[in-house]
């Protein structure tokens, strides 16, 4: 009641109230996040150059954070075209490796043969994978292992 500064009795409705707010938001956020990555995915897709096969190879720029809070960005690249996209997480130690479909790359092997090399874990789906290394050095031999 004091966080409300309201009477005990007024909680339920303010609580209720203050519940489909934050649902409000929440999904006002997703959609914006998703707005973001595609005009980010629009810009690194035009930066990136085209391989002999017609793919593009992408590699975004360390984050900070869990290589998860990427994916956003990576789906949307995927969804543009034939390409694959690497995130490395430094700080966690963390890789995200995605492949689009038709393009012929499993990115669940890929990564989890990757790190295997160097002592580290993952895997995933053909299309979307992620694990962890134990330092910088150990990404930077899965990103050229990779082909980054």
Do not use: N
């Not at 390409?83 to 995200?96: D, E, H, I, M």
Request: glycine content about 12%.
């Amino acid at each position: 009641a004091r966080v409300f500064s309201a009477s005990p009795e007024d909680l339920p409705s303010l609580v209720e109230a203050q519940h489909r707010r934050v649902t409000e938001l929440e999904r006002e956020r997703k959609r914006l996040v998703t707005d973001l990555s595609r005009y980010e995915a629009t810009l690194r897709w035009d930066e990136a150059s085209v391989d002999a096969s017609g793919a593009r190879r992408i590699r975004l720029a360390p984050i900070g954070g869990p290589v998860r809070d990427a994916e956003p960005l990576v789906q949307a690249l995927l969804a543009m075209g034939p390409c694959a996209v690497l995130v490395l997480s430094p700080s966690t130690g963390g890789v995200l490796l995605g492949a689009s479909e038709g393009g012929g790359v499993d990115a669940g092997q890929r990564l989890r043969a990757a790190l295997s090399a160097v002592g580290g874990r993952g895997g995933g789906s053909p299309r979307l994978a992620q694990g962890s290394a134990a330092g910088k050095l150990e990404l930077e031999s899965v990103a050229a292992a990779l082909g980054f």
